[in-house]
Each structure stands twice: as structure tokens, then as C-alpha cells.
């Protein structure tokens, strides 16, 4: 065989062993793919997570900062009244007794 010949079958196996790499071995274009979907779904967890975060150290910071939103919970869940407050409470009458028809 020609010494061209030697090159030619080397590099046509060479070329082989790339194409099965980039196919089937360990960086292969289905691992890629595979990666990339598990990159973005990651991505999209951590934005999530993110807002999340965001949000409750909004809450956080107005808990610290606005004694008002602490002020408004307790009376609304607790029924919180102040010292020198007067607490009055109006019920209306209930309909049809004790009200002259027309």
C-alpha cells in the first residue's frame, strides 16, 4: 500500500472515532440536549424561588419598619384595643321584629 493510502484510511478512522464521540460518547448531543432542558428547569425553579423570597422579605421589612401593619393585624385577628380606648360596638336590629310595616 502506498503511504498516502495509510493516511487517507487514518484519518477517515480518526474522523470515525470523532462522529461517534459527538453522537454517542459522554458529551454527546442528546446529553447536551438533555443538560439544557435540566438547566432551564432549574432556572425557572430559582425564579420562582426568587419571587418567593422577594415577597417575604417585603412582608419582613413592613413587619419591622410599619408598626401600622402590626397595629392593623392585631386588632383585626386579636382584637386589640389600646389603653385609654373606648371600644363601642354597633349591632343593627334585626329585620322584620319590633319595625311598623308601611
Known amino acids: 500500500m502506498r503511504p498516502a493510502r495509510w493516511v487517507t484510511l487514518l ?35 430559582n425564579e420562582q424561588a426568587r419571587q418567593r423570597n422577594e415577597r417575604l422579605a417585603a412582608e419582613v421589612r413592613d413587619l419591622r419598619e410599619g408598626l401600622e401593619t402590626v397595629e392593623e393585624i392585631a386588632r383585626l385577628e386579636l382584637g386589640l384595643v389600646k389603653p385609654d ?14 319595625s311598623p310595616d308601611r
Request: hydrophobic share 50%; no cysteine.
Open 85 to 98: 380606648e373606648i371600644f363601642v360596638q354597633i349591632q343593627r336590629p334585626a329585620s322584620g321584629s319590633g
Open 11 to 45: 484519518l477517515l478512522g480518526l474522523l470515525a472515532w470523532v462522529q461517534g464521540q459527538i453522537w454517542l460518547g459522554r458529551a454527546s448531543v442528546a446529553e447536551v440536549r438533555a443538560l439544557r432542558r435540566e438547566v432551564a428547569q432549574a432556572e425557572q425553579a
